[in-house]
């Protein structure tokens, strides 16, 4: 549905003609009626917060891929030291389940996390750490050339 969303998005941004401006302005009274009010709300007691930014916004897409295949920032975890108290998944915008990364000792990388930090500022052990790298390379293997991870990823999904 993101995908989706997203080009339709690029679509109305950079088409021309009549048949555009009418997409922009249906487009508009769906995003503003249904989506941002009826699911961006309702929702909320089954999905959790920020509904519209994980599962519609295509700013929130856009993000996601730049932070997975171009950002130097990173969010690392130190697995030995977890407890498992959940604060890091409590506390995620997104939705991430951050506490299976942290007691596995992986580094989160993934197209949903925007980089916030939210969850290395609430663990209290200091397990989760927002790092900023020297490049993009060095955040995990096979990023030495992030196009062509990021075209080999829309292949292979």
Same mark, same amino acid.
């Given at each position: 549905?993101?995908?989706?969303?997203?080009?339709?998005?690029?679509?109305?941004?950079?088409?021309?003609?009549?048949?555009?401006?009418?997409?922009?302005?249906?487009?508009g009274?769906?995003?503003?009626?249904?989506?941002?009010?009826?699911?961006?709300?309702?929702?909320?007691?089954?999905?959790?917060?920020?509904?519209?930014?994980?599962?519609?916004?295509?700013?929130?897409?856009?993000?996601?891929?730049?932070?997975?295949?171009?950002?130097?920032?990173?969010?690392?975890?130190?697995?030995?030291? +977890?407890?498992? $108290? =959940?604060? !890091? %998944? &409590?506390? @995620?915008?997104? *939705?991430?389940?951050?506490?299976?990364?942290?007691?596995?000792?992986?580094?989160?990388?993934?197209?949903? +996390?925007?980089? $916030? =930090?939210? !969850? %290395? &500022?609430? @663990?209290?052990? *200091?397990?989760?750490?927002?790092?900023n790298?020297?490049?993009?390379?060095d955040?995990?293997?096979?990023a030495?050339?992030?196009?062509?991870?990021?075209?080999?990823?829309?292949?292979n999904?």
């Open positions: 549905m993101l995908v989706i969303i997203t080009a339709l998005t690029i679509w109305l941004w950079v088409g021309e003609g009549e048949a555009v401006q009418t997409g922009k302005k249906w487009y009274y769906a995003v503003g009626m249904v989506l941002s009010g009826i699911v961006g709300v309702g929702f909320y007691p089954l999905l959790g917060s920020r509904v519209w930014c994980r599962f519609f916004c295509p700013m929130a897409a856009i993000l996601g891929i730049g932070q997975r295949f171009f950002s130097r920032f990173r969010i690392t975890t130190n697995g030995d030291q +977890c407890m498992a $108290c =959940g604060n !890091c %998944s &409590a506390y @995620c915008e997104m *939705g991430i389940d951050v506490r299976a990364y942290a007691m596995q000792g992986k580094n989160i990388v993934r197209a949903s +996390c925007v980089g $916030c =930090g939210i !969850c %290395s &500022a609430v @663990c209290p052990r *200091g397990v989760l750490k927002l790092e790298g020297k490049t993009y390379a955040r995990y293997d096979g030495q050339n992030p196009l062509a991870t990021l075209l080999r990823s829309l292949k999904p």
